[in-house]
């Protein structure tokens, strides 16, 4: 007698009732024969169209689904129930069993992916991902929570919110721009910043990162695509109001007053708690790593999505798709908000107007289905042809909020200033 076949048997003699207490603890894929998830599937399905699940029925829906189930099992299964009023202490048993399965499985997984000569942190990730499954779906016996809890935990949030000690969203720092959000990016989030090349996605992302800074709010900007260098000469760039180019290609000798204003911007940027990596071709286990190793960190900037190592997936889209996914569990995992650079195809080009739209992301996995928010940049000047302003003139960006879980939708425009990557509110 096993637990699954015990609790198959108390459902289907007591009918509907055992349906309805089990349903929730349970799932097929916990019943390890085909023939068994085809009954457990038959029983829901019944209960759910409102019918009596009893054997005939269940046998007749479980032969409808092409799953051959025979009148001899049945009663075989309907034998091996000691006490049918027994059914929620089946069905945890048959929980524990599968955890117990999938736990052992993943940890002789890991071994393997170790002995192959995976990256420890790597496989670790993992392994931390599908402990956290378990966990969940096995807390206090079961993966829901009541309302009475729920809520003694939404008053609990809501005296820490309003003594100051936690925070509901971390705010970009743009008013306009934090007013549509609903006061920034909140805490667990996944926001993609979009942009077609050269637009200037992570010279805004870097303008955010460093307002958060300058609050004393520690930030991780994960630059997969330019070095730390071109990332700090950017910073210096943006602080002191000189030319980025200059900072970074310059070979002319800098007069005495050119290095007061880079000591200045330097010693400005040294007191802000932000962060940049070291190693160039980083996971997402690479970034939780990174992220474990900042103190009280804030947020998470990765620039770019295209530049992430892939590790699943047989194609380019599965493996984007399984970056995508964990993304949104980092971003969960660490209880911060996570802000991804996202490259857009070339759709909006062949668009009058050259103006993105969401669907451009479609070629990124399912970032457009994960994400929290997402922002897409448009220069307009760029796109209708005018010629290149004057260095210390600024150009139009535009940013579109087109996807918003926890608020509204809009737009907002900044002036931008090329020769130091200045994003400005108008």
């Known amino acids: 007698m096993t637990a699954a076949s015990s609790l198959l048997?108390?459902?289907?003699?007591?009918?509907?009732?055992?349906?309805?207490?089990?349903?929730?603890?349970?799932?097929?894929?916990?019943f390890p024969e085909q023939s068994d998830k085809a009954i457990y599937e038959a029983c829901l399905a019944i209960a759910d169209d409102g019918g009596i699940v009893d054997p005939v029925t269940v046998l007749r829906r479980g032969n409808e689904a092409g799953v051959v189930v025979s009148s001899g099992y049945?009663?075989?299964?309907?034998?091996?129930?000691?006490?049918?009023?027994?059914?929620?202490?089946?069905?945890?048993?048959?929980?524990?069993?599968?955890?117990?399965?999938?736990?052992e499985s993943a940890a002789?997984?890991?071994?393997?992916?170790?002995?192959?000569?995976?990256?420890?942190?790597?496989?670790?990730?993992?392994?931390?991902?599908?402990?956290?499954e378990l966990i969940e779906r096995t807390c206090d016996g079961s993966p829901v929570v009541a309302g009475p809890e729920a809520l003694r935990q939404f008053w609990e949030y809501r005296v820490e919110l309003e003594a100051g000690r936690r925070r509901a969203a971390l705010p970009t720092g743009y008013?306009?721009?934090?007013?549509?959000?609903?006061?920034?990016?909140?805490?667990?989030?996944?926001?993609?910043?979009?942009?077609r090349p050269g637009v200037g996605k992570t010279t805004v992302a870097l303008n955010i990162?460093?307002?958060?800074?300058?609050?004393?709010?520690?930030?991780?900007?994960?630059?997969?695509?330019?070095?730390?260098?071109?990332?700090?000469?950017?910073?210096?760039?943006?602080?002191?109001?000189?030319s980025s180019k200059f900072l970074l290609n310059s070979s002319e000798k800098s007069s005495g007053?050119?290095?007061?204003?880079?000591?200045?911007?330097?010693?400005?940027?040294?007191?802000?708690?932000?962060?940049?990596?070291?190693?160039?071709?980083?996971?997402?286990?690479?970034?939780?790593?990174?992220?474990?190793q900042v103190s009280g960190l804030a947020a998470v900037v990765i620039d770019y999505l295209g530049y992430i190592r892939h590790t699943e997936g047989k194609n380019l889209y599965e493996k984007t798709t399984a970056t995508s996914a964990a993304l949104k569990r980092l971003a969960r995992s660490l209880?911060?908000?996570?802000?991804?650079?996202?490259?857009?195809?070339?759709?909006?080009?062949?668009?009058?107007?050259?103006?993105?739209?969401?669907?451009?992301?479609?070629?990124?996995?399912?970032?457009?289905?994960?994400?929290?928010?997402?922002?897409?940049?448009?220069?307009?000047?760029?796109?209708?042809?005018?010629?290149?302003?004057?260095?210390?003139?600024?150009?139009?960006?535009?940013?579109?909020?087109?996807?918003?879980?926890?608020?509204?939708?809009?737009?907002?425009?900044?002036d931008f200033y090329l020769l130091n990557g200045r994003v400005v509110e108008r």
């Not at 048997?9 to 916990?30: F, P, Q, W, Y």
């Not at 960006?397 to 737009?411: D, Q, V």
């Open 257 to 292: 007053e050119t290095w007061k204003k880079i000591h200045a911007a330097s010693v400005e940027l040294s007191k802000r708690p932000l962060y940049v990596n070291r190693i160039k071709n980083a996971s997402v286990a690479d970034v939780e790593k990174l992220a474990a």
């Open 108 to 132: 002789m997984f890991a071994a393997t992916e170790l002995s192959a000569g995976m990256p420890a942190h790597e496989t670790a990730a993992r392994l931390k991902n599908e402990c956290i």
């Open 335 to 414: 209880g911060l908000p996570v802000m991804c650079l996202v490259q857009l195809n070339r759709e909006s080009e062949k668009r009058g107007g050259k103006k993105p739209m969401m669907s451009d992301l479609r070629d990124s996995g399912a970032i457009e289905q994960d994400a929290d928010g997402i922002m897409l940049l448009h220069r307009p000047s760029t796109d209708l042809g005018d010629s290149r302003p004057p260095a210390h003139v600024p150009v139009s960006l535009e940013l579109e909020l087109c996807k918003n879980r926890h608020g509204a939708t809009g737009s907002t425009s900044f």
């Open 209 to 242: 990162a460093d307002k958060w800074a300058s609050r004393n709010q520690a930030v991780l900007f994960v630059t997969l695509e330019q070095s730390v260098d071109q990332i700090t000469a950017k910073r210096i760039a943006m602080e002191s109001g000189m």
């Open 74 to 103: 049945m009663r075989e299964v309907m034998l091996s129930c000691a006490s049918s009023g027994n059914y929620e202490l089946y069905a945890s048993e048959l929980a524990h069993e599968t955890a117990v399965k999938r736990l």
């Open 175 to 195: 008013i306009e721009l934090d007013e549509i959000l609903g006061g920034g990016l909140v805490a667990e989030g996944l926001y993609v910043l979009a942009a």
């Open 9 to 30: 048997g108390a459902m289907l003699i007591t009918s509907n009732k055992a349906v309805e207490k089990v349903r929730g603890k349970v799932s097929a894929d916990d």
